[in-house]
């Protein structure tokens, strides 16, 4: 088991122990073997006028510490090189609502991650931040603005319907600007927050690259904006969009020897519900919409409500699981990649990505690391041969009898169009 302590520099004890992680939360503390985490999130979350609860608040704390755990805890030492064990310990301003549901975050961490998580909360985390100016934005939701084609598509959407979403964004490598120019083209420029986590590891090093748990503190940030405009205009709940489509989603394993190939379980039903139940039990005014759970990316992208800046805007976003890998282009091979390829071609969209480093997919071999290309057409014949229930069979236990067979709907059509690239470019 490894131990991971966040709280703030001054609760960061003197005598530390060599086995343990610790990371200063919010402020520097200057020493050379205490990793840093959210360093300039108190003076941003000030200057964005927000007047969060002390639940929103502590949830940013503790989801800030899970990430910072999740990326200093590198896999390779766990003993079957990928499940870990974490104990996390954290300071937060308000403990005791999260001490009654340790059971239940540990649960929704364990899904997200695949890990074993130990929590626990002590006293003495920073307070929510008190700005000098509060800020009310004219706005009716919160939605979440990756950069990516899908929050693109979700962010024109709820324009095009009146919505005046506040934009949400977790500032990532080669995505910032593109998260601006979205906001600013949609006119969402002054209900714009985008922030980053900012964790540096001591002594200096890269860390785990997985990253399963980054998507939390992303949640968060939307939890953070939701509770304070709810708090500012007394809603009794905020909308937090989520778009993403249900292939990803749904992350059903190409093969079975690929559990989880697709993506991670970002925003599956099961962590969905799971976050959802906990932002409630601790009285946090935010619900989770995810629009998009029985569509395929192309169907997004067929149906979108403006198509004239789709078109425009669609070729700047970003899908690559491997994006900074390859110096901040799209590799064109990986999964997210082949359903951003097939999704422009199932809604007959030019696909105006700047440029694929494999655009060719009949010869897109991998020099190391798993083969997409040939994960994904395994699936798609076995679907076209087996049907889609022998594809999912086991995956969907968690749903209703109606949410099953939508969601081996969206599976299948999003191999059908998978299916599709890959005969285009004679994989298949």
């Known amino acids: 088991m490894t131990k991971v302590f966040c709280a703030p520099k001054d609760v960061i004890p003197e005598i530390r122990s060599a086995s343990t992680t610790y990371f200063s939360m919010y402020a520097h503390d200057g020493l050379p073997d205490v990793s840093t985490v959210g360093t300039s999130l108190i003076e941003e979350v000030k200057r964005a006028g927000l007047v969060p609860s002390a639940a929103s608040w502590d949830f940013l704390t503790l989801a800030l510490a899970v990430n910072a755990a999740d990326h200093a805890v590198e896999r390779i030492h766990s003993a079957d090189g990928w499940t870990r064990t974490i104990e996390l310990e954290v300071a937060l301003y308000e403990p005791a609502p ?12 364990r899904f997200l991650t695949g890990d074993f998580w130990k929590l626990s909360f002590v006293d003495h985390g920073y307070p929510p931040p008190i700005p000098k100016h509060s800020v009310v934005h004219e706005a009716d939701c919160v939605s979440l603005l990756s950069g990516g084609l899908d ?15 506040i934009f949400v964004s977790h500032i990532a490598k080669g995505d910032s600007d593109t998260q601006v120019q979205y906001a600013r083209t949609l006119g969402g420029a002054e209900r714009h927050l985008q922030w980053n986590q900012n964790i540096w590891l001591k002594p200096q090093r890269d860390g785990e690259g997985s990253t399963r748990g980054r998507s939390i503190v992303f949640f968060a940030f939307a939890a953070l904006a939701a509770d304070s405009h709810a708090r500012a205009t007394a809603a009794e709940s905020v909308e937090v969009y989520v778009p993403e489509n249900g292939l990803i989603s749904l992350n059903v394993p190409l093969t079975v020897g690929r559990v989880g190939s697709l993506s991670t379980k970002t925003t599956h039903p099961v962590f969905m519900q799971r976050l959802q139940d906990v932002w409630t039990a601790l009285g946090i005014p935010a619900t989770l919409r995810l629009p998009y759970s029985t569509k395929t990316k192309g169907e997004m992208m067929d149906e979108c409500l403006d198509p004239r800046r789709l078109k425009d805007l669609a070729g700047m976003s970003t899908s690559c699981g491997r994006y900074a890998v390859f110096a901040l282009r799209h590799c064109g091979r990986c999964v997210p990649c082949m359903v951003r390829r097939s999704a422009f071609l199932r809604a007959g969209i030019p696909d105006t990505t700047a440029v694929y480093v494999h655009p060719n997919l009949k010869v897109a071999q991998p020099d190391n690391g798993p083969n997409d290309v040939a994960a994904v057409a395994t699936a798609v014949v076995k679907v076209e041969n087996e049907g889609v229930r022998t594809f999912t069979a086991g995956q969907f236990v968690f749903a209703e009898p109606s949410c099953r067979v939508a969601f081996e709907g969206v599976v299948e059509r999003g191999l059908q169009e998978l299916g599709a690239l890959l005969r285009a470019h004679h994989v298949l």
């Open 98 to 109: 999260f001490g009654r549901l340790t059971a239940e975050l540990e649960q929704a961490l």
């Open 151 to 165: 929050s693109l598509i979700g962010a024109l959407n709820l324009t095009a319907q009146g919505r005046r979403p």
